[in-house]
């Protein structure tokens, strides 16, 4: 099922995110959703506080080559559990975007290497160990839930010019 996505500067996109206590039908339907709802939007990540569950679970699927359109199977998604960063190096620079925030799209720096230890949706312990734009992707997505939207990585500057223009942004579509 598609639900709404909590859009910035909603309050619960502060919120630090619970651990998963219990890999039942109830997070499989949470995880369910949170892909009808990645996919419905042309997203490439979700994390569950971005449709307004506190729990610290999240889904990756990037499209395969280069071309965005082409489609996200269900069976490519990465679905990730209470994760834990094991190692985290280097330094890169990429374009992101987030669903939260629809319409932007600003370079953000972060490492250029993770090594990530985290549950699958059976609670089955899984590694990820990857630099390519995956490794961006869950830490964008980590961040979320840790309370923290990609924005927030700006400069001051940069910072003050976003704020300014999403402000003017949803007056406009009030
Ligand atoms: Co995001």
Redesign the pocket.
């Known amino acids: 099922m598609v639900r709404d996505i909590v859009i910035y500067p909603d309050k619960r996109l502060k919120l630090i995110s619970k651990e998963v206590t219990t890999f039942d039908s109830e997070l499989h339907a949470l995880l369910d959703d949170m892909y009808d709802t990645m996919v419905a939007k042309n997203g490439v990540?979700?994390?569950a506080i971005?449709i307004g569950v506190d729990k610290r679970a999240l889904i990756i699927n990037l499209p395969e080559g280069d071309n965005e359109d082409e489609l996200q199977l269900r069976e490519n998604t990465i679905e990730i559990i209470n994760p834990i960063f094991v190692q985290k190096e280097g330094l890169c620079k990429h374009q992101?975007?987030?669903?939260?925030?629809p319409g932007v799209y600003e370079d953000v720096e972060r490492a250029e290497h993770v090594v990530l230890e985290y549950y699958d949706r059976h609670g089955n312990k899984q590694t990820i160990d990857n630099h390519d734009f995956l490794a961006i992707a869950i830490q964008?997505?980590i961040?979320?839930l840790e309370g923290k939207?990609?924005i927030e990585k700006l400069s001051l500057l940069k910072r003050k010019k976003f704020e300014k223009e999403w402000k003017k942004r949803r007056n406009n579509t009030l």
Do not use: K, N, T
């Not at 992101?96 to 925030?101: D, K, R």
């Open positions: 990540g979700l994390a971005q992101e975007g987030c669903l939260s925030i964008h997505e961040d979320h939207v990609f």
